[in-house]
T-cell receptor, first 107, second 114 residues
Framework: AQRVTQPEKLLSVFKGAPVELKCNYS??????LFWYVQYSRQRLQLLLR??SRESIKGFTADLNKGETSFHLKKPFAQEEDSAMYYC?????????FGKGTHLIIQP | NAGVTQTPKFQVLKTGQSMTLQCAQD?????MSWYRQDPGMGLRLIHY???????DQGEVPNGYNVSRSTTEDFPLRLLSAAPSQTSVYFC?????????????FGPGTRLTVT
C-alpha cells in the first residue's frame, strides 16, 4: 500500500531560521506529490506541487527519487508560517495524506 | 466561483442521531471526496466519487454513506452518530488538468457527538 510519512508531528523553529518539513513516500512509479497548508481554523490550501517546481510564500520542495522524499523548505521562517502542513502523494492507484506536521515559528 | 462550500460549519449531535453534511462545488469537477481530520491522524479518506452516480469507499468508510446524484453535490450521511465520529470533516473536489492534478478543499464542518 502507498504511504506518505511525515515523521515530525511538531516542529518549532525561531523566526529567521531555516525550515525543513520532511515527507517521504512509498510509491514505485512516478509519484504525484503536493504540500498543503492549513492555518488555524481555516481550510486546507494547496501550497505547491512537485510538477510545477514553483515557489510559494518562499517555500520550495524538491522531489528526490533516490531518497523517495519531497521535503518542504524555506530559508528564513516567518511568524505567519505557523500552521499545519500536510504532504500528499501517490500515483494512479490513488493519493494519500501524511499525518501532518505542526510548524510553530517562535518570535 | 464559490469553490467548495460546506454546511453546516458546526454541529453537535447526540449518540444515535442522524444527519447529513452538505458539500457543493461549482467548478464542474468530476472527482469529489470526503475526509475526516483528527489530531495525530492527519486526513483520512472516508468516501470519494469519480463522477455523478459513482461512489466508492476510502480508508474509513464505516458509519458513513454518500451519494452523488449531480456533479455539483456530494452529501455525507451519518446514519447513527457515535462519539468516535467527533471530528472535523472536509469535502474536496479535484480535477486532472493539463498542469496536473489539483484539489480544492471546503472550509470544513466541525462535528461533536455527545
Amino acid at each position: 500500500a502507498q504511504r506518505v510519512t511525515q515523521p515530525e508531528k511538531l516542529l518549532s523553529v525561531f523566526k529567521g531560521a531555516p525550515v525543513e518539513l520532511k515527507c517521504n513516500y512509498s510509491y514505485s512509479g512516478s509519484p504525484e506529490l503536493f504540500w498543503y497548508v492549513q492555518y488555524s481554523r481555516q481550510r486546507l490550501q494547496l501550497l505547491l506541487r512537485h510538477i510545477s517546481r514553483e515557489s510559494i510564500k518562499g517555500f520550495t520542495a524538491d522531489l528526490n527519487k533516490g531518497e523517495t522524499s519531497f521535503h518542504l523548505k524555506k530559508p528564513f521562517a516567518q511568524e505567519e508560517d505557523s500552521a499545519m502542513y500536510y504532504c500528499e502523494g501517490g500515483g494512479a492507484d490513488g493519493l494519500t495524506f501524511g499525518k501532518g506536521t505542526h510548524l510553530i515559528i517562535q518570535p | 466561483n464559490a469553490g467548495v462550500t460546506q454546511t453546516p460549519k458546526f454541529q453537535v449531535l447526540k449518540t444515535g442521531q442522524s444527519m447529513t453534511l452538505q458539500c457543493a462545488q461549482d467548478m464542474n469537477h468530476e472527482y469529489m471526496s470526503w475526509y475526516r481530520q483528527d489530531p495525530g491522524m492527519g486526513l483520512r479518506l472516508i468516501h470519494y466519487s469519480v463522477g455523478a452516480g459513482i461512489t466508492d469507499q476510502g480508508e474509513v468508510p464505516n458509519g458513513y454513506n454518500v451519494s452523488r446524484s449531480t456533479t455539483e453535490d456530494f452529501p455525507l450521511r451519518l446514519l447513527s452518530a457515535a462519539p468516535s465520529q467527533t471530528s472535523v470533516y472536509f469535502c474536496a473536489s479535484s480535477y486532472f488538468g493539463t498542469s496536473g492534478y489539483e484539489q480544492y478543499f471546503g472550509p470544513g464542518t466541525r462535528l461533536t457527538v455527545t
